[in-house]
């Protein structure tokens, strides 16, 4: 291999060794500048390129002309290192420094004059390099498809830990929130508190982290749910429902026919007409007396005697619920309707459609919100829709059961807590 185009004060490396070899390749590559540059600069951080040394590569990179990375031609550079310095407000032997750490990652190769000068001579017809001395750029355009397989590889290894992390952050607020409800049902399962703790303190991988606190609070959930036999509203046996909710003919049901999403886009008029229909025929059932208040579930706002919010009827319905822990349990929710879970906003704005899919009056929505808040009617109006979208056949009339539900909320009689832990371990 020849060494002649690199100056003899040079100490020369193996890896700038192999630089010089590849800028003296007659198999070039064929590729243009712009693929090029984005291959190099993706690759640069997994090649340890950072600051100054980025620096410089943006800027060479920007001085080489289009025309050169041709395959008939040479992308070469040529500027002093004193200009280097004064574009990137270093100085001379930090500029020289990062320029032969360019040469040693396979990216430049030197091609040093006899008299250390730097110039490029072009043809005046077509502006073809006649003869130039500087910083070459072969050995990253042969050294193309090492380039992007580093820069993919490694963008790879960060997503995968930004994603670790994200895992980490997430399950861990989950878990702290299953052992505060847990507490409220007279549950002890505080030494997944410590085990967690000394998880997020060794010295594993975030990747092993992760994992570790995915099966952690797997058996969380599986033993809250074994010592908790009445996960779900379904299974209550002494809810006060204003309506029917036994399950239809199969010859004759809608909902059998529909699936998800479509068995939910019910008639909102027929739904509001049925629940009307219930409330005039059931006031002397065996549930007992309907109360005034859904009595007046579907009569106009104007016509509907609100009752004033309660806090204490809020926070009961929400104690010991997170955000994180109503993401985690309605996983049908989220796909059908494109939902965003992140925070309590993105719930309440996300209940106008919910409330549509079901056939939920305004009224009724309405006088929900009024009782007992914005965030608690939302989070009951989800668990009724995940309810739905998993078991059609089990609801058949998603309004009235939410209704029922609202009423066992204003008691404080309401486990929500339990039907979102039930949701997030199926």
């Known amino acids: 291999m020849r060494t002649d185009a690199v100056a003899s004060f040079r100490k020369l490396t193996p890896a700038m060794l192999e630089s010089q070899r590849l800028a003296q390749a007659n ?9 090029a540059a984005i291959t190099i600069k993706k690759a640069a951080p997994a090649l340890g ?5 980025y620096h410089v590569l943006d800027i060479l990179l920007g001085l080489s002309r289009a025309d050169d990375w041709g395959k008939r031609h040479r992308p070469i550079v040529a500027i002093s290192n004193d200009k280097l310095a004064e574009y990137v407000c270093r100085s001379t032997r930090t500029v020289m420094r990062s320029v032969r750490k360019l040469v040693e990652a396979g990216i430049l190769a030197y091609k040093d004059s006899p008299t250390g000068r730097r110039f490029i001579y072009r043809d005046e017809g077509n502006g073809a390099i006649n003869r130039a001395y500087g910083f070459d750029f072969s050995p990253a355009r042969q050294n193309l498809e090492k380039l992007r397989a580093q820069g993919k590889a490694y963008q790879e290894k960060l997503n995968a830990q930004q994603e670790a992390k994200r895992t980490v952050s997430r399950l861990s607020r989950a878990i702290i929130d299953s052992i505060q409800a847990a507490a409220v049902a007279d549950l002890d399962l505080s030494a997944y508190e410590d085990e967690l703790y000394v998880l997020r303190e060794s010295g594993l991988s975030l990747s092993e982290k992760a994992a570790s606190i995915e099966e952690l609070y797997q058996r969380l959930l ?24 036994n399950h239809k003919n199969p010859e004759n049901s809608k909902q059998q026919n529909s699936a998800n999403a479509e068995y939910l886009n019910i008639n909102s008029s027929a739904a509001n007409a049925a629940s009307k229909m219930a409330l005039d025929k059931k006031p002397n059932s065996k549930f007992g007396a309907i109360s005034p208040e859904l009595q007046q579930a579907d009569k106009p706002k104007s016509q509907m005697a609100m009752p004033a919010a309660s806090s204490g009827t809020a926070e009961t319905a929400l104690s010991s619920i997170s955000i994180s822990l109503i993401e985690t349990a309605l996983r049908e929710t989220k796909q059908t309707f494109a939902l965003q879970l992140q925070n309590w906003r993105d719930l309440t704005d996300g209940a106008e459609s919910l409330r549509l899919a079901i056939g939920l009056s305004p009224a009724a929505w309405g006088a929900a919100q009024h009782c007992l808040g914005a965030k608690a009617a939302s989070a009951i109006l989800a668990v009724t829709v995940e309810k739905t979208l998993r ?12 209704q029922a539900c609202i009423e066992r909320a204003k008691e404080g009689n309401l486990l929500l807590h339990k039907s979102l832990f039930g949701l997030a371990a199926g």
Do not use: L, R
């Open 391 to 402: 078991d059609p056949m089990a609801i058949s009339n998603p309004a009235g059961y939410f």
């Open 222 to 245: 599986t033993e809250f749910n074994n010592e908790d036999t009445n996960t779900t509203c379904k299974s209550d046996t002494d809810v006060t429902p204003y309506n029917y909710t």
């Open 27 to 35: 198999d070039i590559v064929e590729t243009t500048k712009a693929e």
């Open 49 to 53: 390129i950072d600051g100054t040394t």
